[in-house]
C-alpha cells in the first residue's frame, strides 16, 4: 500500500485538556533544567533528569505525574492541530528561540482567516500580519496608487507576494518600465481606475532584471493586466501572463 493511512485513533484534543489544574499537569514545562531547582522535576533541557531512573536506595526519586502530563499535552496540542489540518500562526517567541523562522516555513494568518504565509527570508523574525517583509501570501494582496503623471522606472512592489495593483491614473497618463521583483514567479496584476492612460513599456527605462518583455501596452480605466516575473536560463525579466 503506497502512502501513509489514517491514524486508528485520532488526536482531538491535549493530553490532559480536562484536567489541566495546577495539582496534575505541568505547564508549560520548563526549558531550563530545574536540577538545582526541583529535585526530579523535568525540562526540555533534561528531559526527566538522572534523579528520576535512579535507584531510590541510591538517592532517587519518582518522576512527576504532573510533568509527564504536562509534556504529554504540550505535544499532543499540535497532534490534535494537525489532525485538524491546521496551520500554527506566527509567534514571537518561536521566532525568538529559532533566531527567526527559515525559508520556506509555513504560518497562518490570524488577522486574515484562511490566510497562509510562506517564508522567503531566512532567520525571518516579523509577524507577517504586521510587517510582511520575507513573506509571501498564499492569495493575491490588494495595493493602491495615485502616481503623478510620468514615466517611472524600477518600481518597487510592498513584498513577496502576488499583488493587485490599482493605479489611480486621474494625474495624467503613467508609464511603468519595470518592477523589481521580490521573488521568481511572483505575479502583478495592474488595473487602470483612472481616466487617463495606464502603460507599460517594454525593455526600456529600468535595469534590465526590472524590464518587462513584449510589446508596449496601453491600458484605458476598467482594464487589467497580468504580468510574471520568470528566471529560466538567460531570461530574467517579467512577461505577460
Keep these: 500500500m503506497s502512502g501513509t493511512t489514517a491514524p486508528q485513533y485520532p488526536i482531538t484534543e491535549p493530553f490532559g485538556a480536562l484536567a489541566a489544574s495546577p495539582a496534575d499537569i505541568t505547564l508549560p514545562i ?3 533544567s530545574q536540577i538545582g531547582v526541583l529535585v526530579g522535576a523535568a525540562s526540555f533541557e533534561d528531559g526527566f ?3 528520576t531512573h535512579t535507584d531510590p536506595e541510591a538517592g532517587g526519586v519518582p518522576p512527576y505525574g504532573q510533568d509527564m502530563n504536562g509534556i504529554l499535552y504540550m505535544l499532543s496540542q499540535y497532534a490534535a492541530l494537525a489532525q485538524a ?3 500554527v500562526p506566527f509567534n514571537t517567541d518561536t521566532a525568538t528561540a529559532l533566531a527567526g523562522y527559515a525559508v520556506g516555513a509555513k504560518v497562518a494568518s490570524v488577522a486574515t482567516a484562511g490566510r497562509v504565509w510562506t517564508n522567503w527570508l531566512d532567520g525571518n523574525v516579523n509577524d507577517p500580519d ?3 517583509t520575507g513573506w509571501q ?3 493575491p494582496l490588494y495595493a493602491s496608487d495615485a502616481p503623478a503623471a510620468g514615466t517611472f522606472n524600477d518600481v518597487a512592489l510592498p513584498g513577496a507576494s502576488d499583488y493587485v495593483l490599482d493605479v489611480n491614473t486621474a494625474a495624467g497618463n503613467v508609464v511603468y518600465t519595470g518592477f523589481v521583483a521580490q521573488r521568481r514567479g511572483q505575479k502583478l496584476t495592474l488595473a487602470n481606475t ?6 507599460i513599456h517594454v525593455l526600456v527605462g529600468s535595469a534590465a532584471n526590472n524590464q518587462v518583455r513584449g510589446l508596449d501596452l496601453d491600458l484605458v ?3 487589467t493586466v497580468t504580468i510574471q516575473k520568470v528566471v529560466d536560463g538567460a531570461l530574467n525579466k517579467w512577461v505577460f501572463v
Excluded: M, R, T, Y
Design 30 to 32: 520548563p526549558v531550563p
Design 49 to 51: 533528569p538522572p534523579s
Design 85 to 87: 489540518g491546521q496551520i
Design 130 to 132: 504586521v510587517d510582511d
Design 137 to 139: 501570501a498564499d492569495d
Design 194 to 199: 483612472g481616466a487617463n492612460l495606464l502603460s
Design 221 to 223: 480605466q476598467g482594464q
